[in-house]
């Protein structure tokens, strides 16, 4: 009974930055890994950021050195600072989560609905 509710999506003037909210609730063993994907319009779904339980990164390779301040607190939510966005930014960004539930071999991966982030320019 795990789920995942995002917050911080909306509207945003290019050049702009952002925060995306993840926050992740219900029976927790144990969260391995935390990250944000999107999907824009007309494109495949495709990973932005990802953090590990022991502190390391995954990035996007469109993304990579240009969003920062990915962090997950003791509340089991994890943070995504956005900057310099780009028109072409402009998608359903879903949160995913690789949590065990009840015990050390119970991991499975949960997702988000999805907040949709629109960047004008």
């Known amino acids: 009974q795990v789920q995942l509710v995002e917050s911080g999506g909306g509207l945003v003037q290019a050049g702009g930055s952002l925060k995306l909210s993840c926050l992740a609730s219900g029976s927790i063993f144990r969260i391995n890994a935390m990250g944000w994907y999107r999907q824009a319009p007309g494109k495949q779904r495709e990973l932005v950021a990802r953090?590990?339980?022991?502190?390391?990164?995954n990035y996007g390779d469109s993304v990579k050195g240009r969003f920062t301040n990915t962090r997950r607190n003791a509340k089991n939510t994890v943070y995504r600072q956005i900057n310099s966005l780009k028109p072409e930014d402009t998608g359903v960004y879903s949160c995913?989560?690789?949590?065990?539930?009840?015990?050390?071999?119970?991991?499975?991966?949960?997702w988000g609905k999805g907040t949709l982030v629109t960047v004008s320019s």
């Open positions: 953090i590990t339980s022991d502190g390391r990164f």
């Open positions: 995913n989560g690789d949590i065990n539930d009840s015990g050390p071999w119970s991991g499975m991966d949960y």
